[in-house]
């Protein structure tokens, strides 16, 4: 029979993927580690509040109820939305409210108009309280300064308008799930290449397949369907355990799941990247751990996993809007809620993109065959 490497990265890739749901790291890592903490935080609900609040154009941000709710450490103000992209956002719930300040005129009401979103009523209710307070206390102002006059009026010091936006319910799990299903590509991609190649390298396997006909890349490529096949299967596993378990929103069905997994699958194979340069680095299988966690923690931490990266100081966010795994969660987030096609998302595939290219090159260059 006629030696053919296709069959040979198919044998490859089988035995392989045998191996890989054999190991427990590999399942607690890739489906149990992402379970557990959809389960926990779709009953919990979300930590780290933080209300997003659209400034409208024309808003005047010397207005002291403006300067008042800067001051409030949960309120995110949003600037760099169009008019239309706010009012979209709105609807959608990926923004609470949209404020808008007329200049402050003293001794005259203030012009406050606010819109909030019924996809967020729980976060509406709680920037409403916030500006309840801060009428209070610029009315309380208002009469000691006018207090020699009667018959003052409340009412008279800030001319309020509030109304409500229909919109799909944003629920926590809307927001965590794809953050999860991000850590476990992550972890996949990182410490699971890591590890299978260095393995392969310190005991000689990779030495014994080059007594063979079997080409390079035939390794290489074997071992990343393996990986790539067992997280898809793992990332479908987690979408529909959220779907039908806790409500997780799919706004196109099927084609929203099929979206999903080629984001996941670009994702992984970006993440893999990070795995073979620390294969190439380490010296032993005891480095792996540290030397993943520099690469993974960051991320996990930063990238809006757990909780949103606006609940973050300005500088921080930043650092946030740099990681790769903040742009896949964004994408993830988008495609699932917002109902966006892959074409909708190309900012976070270019990022993404510029990620594979600069972590391929560092693996080139790192990556050792024995």
Known sequence: MQYSNTRATLAIAKASFRSIIRSPSAVVFSLAFPLIFILVFANIGGGGMSIDVGVAKGCDTLNPVYQALKKNPIVHFIKDQTTDEMNKNLAKGSIDAIIDLKPFVPITPLNVNVQYSKASESKGAILKSALNNIFYRMQSTQLEKIQSYSGIKL????NLKETTVTGREYKYIDFILPGQLGFSLLSSGVFG???VFISLRLTMVIK???ATPVKKYSIVLGEA???IVFSLLGALFIIMVGHFAFGFTLIHGFITVLNMLVLAAIGLIIFMGFGFTISGIAKNEST???LSNIITL????LSGTFFSVTAFPTWLQYVSNALPLTHLNNAMRKVAFE???LGDVTHQLFILLIWGIAVYAVAVKTFKWE
Not at 155 to 158: D, P, R, T, W
Not at 298 to 301: K, N, T
């Open 155 to 158: 009412s008279n010091v800030v």
């Open 193 to 195: 290449t890591a590890f």
């Open 208 to 210: 014994r397949f080059f």
């Open 225 to 227: 369907l393996a990986r």
């Open 288 to 290: 792996v751990p540290p």
């Open 298 to 301: 960051p991320q996990f931490l």
């Open 339 to 341: 109902g966006a096609g």
